[in-house]
């Protein structure tokens, strides 16, 4: 089975502060995501990466940064976290092939205070 | 762009009834179409697609969908629902970078 996990389930940090968000999948897979969530919003995409090094931008990127320096880690960067990004990270991945479907991690629900 | 719409906020059933969680898309071309399910404070769980082929899809737990192109819907069914399917619903579409579009989501509650 895929396995997609995220270093923290909860994470409580103050305005200002610097935030990293790893994600690292076991499955070899070329494209990694990162989602955030929020109620009557559903997912909306902030980065993806569909190689190591290489980085695109979602719908939402203001005030996030990504690094994939290797192919299973993928990570989230808030430069200054503020209060609108309280919500809900999810990261993904999937495999270039005829399958698509993205793989999840469990999410971690930040809170910036 | 692609895109998908969840008309429903909240689906309430009864058990044993059966459930339809609904779902309408947009696209050019042919649609990817996915169903996934989110339980509370966990990820997104895969429960099926349609690609090509069949416009009856099953997928796990006992879910199908059915792709209807002249009403560009992809509604996901259940015969006989479950309280342990209560869970947050979502519909998405691959969009043209290989990334996914995401509906806002359809709360099932399903009562004994």
């Known amino acids: 089975d895929v396995k997609v996990t995220q270093s923290s389930r909860y994470l409580v940090k103050r305005t200002g502060e610097k935030v990293f968000l790893e994600c690292v999948q076991d499955?070899?897979?070329?494209?990694m995501f990162w989602y955030r969530q929020d109620p009557g919003l559903g997912l909306r995409l902030i980065y993806f990466?569909?190689?190591?090094?290489?980085?695109e931008k979602g719908d939402i990127p203001e005030g996030y940064s990504v690094s994939r320096e290797k192919k299973e880690r993928f990570s989230l960067i808030l430069e200054s976290a503020s209060t609108n990004q309280t919500s809900m990270y999810l990261c993904a991945s999937n495999s270039i092939g005829d399958s698509y479907e993205q793989y999840f991690g469990p999410g971690t629900r930040l809170t910036v205070t | 762009a692609q895109s998908v719409a969840q008309p429903e906020d909240q689906v309430n059933v009864a058990e044993g009834n059966p459930l339809t969680v609904k779902c309408t898309y947009s696209v050019s071309g042919n649609p990817y179409l996915f169903w996934y399910v989110q339980y509370p404070n966990r990820g997104l769980q895969f429960l099926l697609k349609?690609?090509?082929?069949?416009?009856l899809v099953k997928g796990s737990y006992g879910f199908e969908a059915e792709f209807n192109k002249s009403q560009t819907s992809f509604h996901l069914k259940k015969p006989s629902a479950l309280v342990s399917d209560s869970a947050l619903y979502f519909c998405?579409?691959?969009?043209?970078?290989?990334?996914?579009?995401f509906g806002a989501g359809t709360r099932l509650t399903v009562k004994p």
């Open positions: 990466s569909y190689d190591v090094k290489m980085k």
């Open positions: 499955m070899d897979h070329e494209n």
């Open positions: 998405a579409v691959r969009d043209l970078r290989n990334d996914m579009r």
């Open positions: 349609y690609i090509t082929g069949d416009n």
